[in-house]
């Protein structure tokens, strides 16, 4: 059975950091794309950052880029996702998900429109306030 589980959310203030992790079993999450997508209340859910399973080129939005990191861990079948200099509209349930029925060609194309298809975690829940 395939699953992922994300880690590491939690209450910070402004200007805080956090890591996310995103843990696999049931599958290998190296052979796949990961992707880190966020849903804030009454919001659609969005494409945060992605990485390939190639030569783990990245993807970011361009409301992360120059805060966040997207790395991952082969040999610990983890994915994770650094976040720095947090912001209120940072809050949200953070995702991952693996685009294990490979519909995207591009990183770029999997964060834009979400692997529906994929294999997605129960979230992990960020806030920033003060």
């Known amino acids: 059975q395939l699953q992922l589980v994300e880690s590491g959310g939690g209450l910070v203030q402004p200007g805080g950091s956090l890591r996310l992790s995103c843990a696999a079993s049931?599958?290998?999450?190296?052979?796949?794309?990961v992707g880190w997508f966020r849903q804030a209340p009454g919001k659609e859910r969005e494409g945060v950052s992605c990485i390939s399973s190639s030569d783990g080129s990245t993807y970011y939005a361009d409301s992360v880029k120059g805060r966040f990191t997207i790395s991952r861990d082969n040999a610990k079948n983890k994915v994770y996702l650094q976040m720095n200099n947090l912001k209120p509209e940072d809050t949200g349930v953070y995702y991952c998900?693996?685009?294990?029925?490979?519909?995207?060609?591009?990183?770029?194309?999997?964060?834009?429109?979400?692997?529906?298809?994929?294999?997605w975690g129960q979230g992990t829940q960020v806030t920033v306030s003060s």
């Open positions: 998900a693996a685009d294990v029925a490979r519909g995207f060609a591009t990183i770029q194309a999997m964060c834009v429109m979400t692997p529906k298809n994929g294999a």
């Open positions: 049931g599958f290998t999450l190296d052979y796949f794309a």
